[in-house]
């Protein structure tokens, strides 16, 4: 019996302006790569993914947020090739807060929650199943500033991470700093409120930017200084764990020893959880991290993707992943055993690349 096609999300910046930023991907069982279809957007830099509901964030000065429905245009109950598929516009909404860059679904409260990178915020959207939003809601994080002068000279909310008692964690590029956020909502009819429960304090010039959290542990990769920190956490306690250079050899104020820019961007867990990767811009690598220890992952290998700007990726499987190459416009898998990368699928400018169940 032959495999399923595996489909993924793909969200695109626009440099030349408005135009195809969404894609339906897939990759069938020999390992060939095709869109099945696109929509227009601006800046999709990020997209998450409720059933047939897909959200955009438009990372772009007025900030906004997006909604579409991917129709399959199933015949007979079946999508066959995907030829009739079709992803279309429901809503939009513009919230004001600069540089939209990550959302995530909070379901349980019926709303979207925005990471603003330029805004130095965190917006909740109201939506429907049906994808339609409601009028947003916005929380400044408090204000912060770090030694890097020229990234840290305020708050950057760069990404958000559920926990499993049910809170938010944001991280604050800027602010050197991951704040814990409750959504408040009396009705699915009342406004949704954010509030700040708990901030986790980072070592000055840190620059956190993505998170993991699970098992009772909190990973956090440093866009600034080049290095993975690794917190106990739960609901009431939080205690550092240890830290891991992100590249090899070790990065030092954020470059590495050849000269080369180190700026970390995604960190992703293999299905296993055996492994941790994290993608390192500049040096254009992925990072591999033996992770059997999860509260003290280990460097274990830095493999070379070929393209520039590794901005975000995906695990198939513990040994391979697919990595969205924003300055090579591309899609490039990689095998994590062999160190084999090749070029998957041609893009503009990829930024996110979300697998679809």
């Known amino acids: 019996m032959t495999a399923a096609p595996r489909r993924f999300a793909v969200g695109c910046y626009t440099p030349d302006g408005a135009g195809p930023a969404v894609h339906l991907v897939e990759r069938d069982a020999e390992g060939g790569w095709r869109v099945v279809t696109s929509a227009a957007a601006s800046n999709a830099s990020f997209l998450a993914v409720a059933g047939d509901v897909w959200f955009a964030v ?10 579409l429905r991917l129709d399959l245009g199933e015949v007979d109950g079946a999508d066959a090739d995907g030829a009739h598929a079709s992803l279309v516009p429901i809503a939009s909404v513009v919230h004001g807060e600069a540089d939209p860059c990550h959302v995530v679904v909070a379901a349980d409260h019926g709303v979207l929650l925005v990471a603003n990178y330029t805004g130095g915020s965190v917006t909740a959207v109201p939506f429907e199943p049906s994808g339609e939003l409601g009028r947003p809601v916005t929380l400044a994080l408090p204000h912060r500033t770090g030694p890097v002068a020229d990234r840290q000279e305020a708050p950057h909310a760069h990404q958000l991470a559920a926990t499993p008692w049910g809170t938010y964690l944001v991280s604050d590029l800027g602010g050197d700093a991951i704040h814990e956020l409750v959504v408040e909502r009396v009705t699915d009819a009342a406004a949704p409120t954010l509030r700040i429960v708990r901030t986790l304090e980072l070592p000055p010039g840190t620059g956190p930017r993505h998170l993991l959290v699970g098992g009772g542990l909190l990973h956090v990769v440093g866009e600034l200084d080049g290095r993975l920190h690794t917190f106990e956490l739960d609901a009431a306690n939080v205690a550092p764990s240890g830290t891991e250079p992100a590249a090899a050899p070790p990065a030092e104020g954020g470059s590495g020893a050849d000269g080369r820019v180190v700026q970390p961007s995604h960190l992703d867990r293999a299905p ?20 059997t220890d999860a509260a003290h992952p280990r460097l274990a290998a830095e493999l070379p993707i070929g393209a520039a700007w590794p901005r975000h990726h995906a695990h198939l499987d513990d040994r391979t992943v697919v990595v969205a190459a924003q300055e090579g416009n591309a899609l490039v898998e990689l095998d994590l055993v062999t160190g084999a990368a090749r070029g998957a699928l041609e893009l503009t400018a990829p930024a996110c690349v979300v697998p679809l169940p």
């Open 58 to 67: 438009g990372e772009d000065a007025a900030g906004s947020v997006v909604s």
């Open 272 to 291: 296993s959880g055996r492994l941790f990767t994290a993608l390192v811009r500049g040096r254009d690598t992925v990072s591999v991290f033996e992770a």
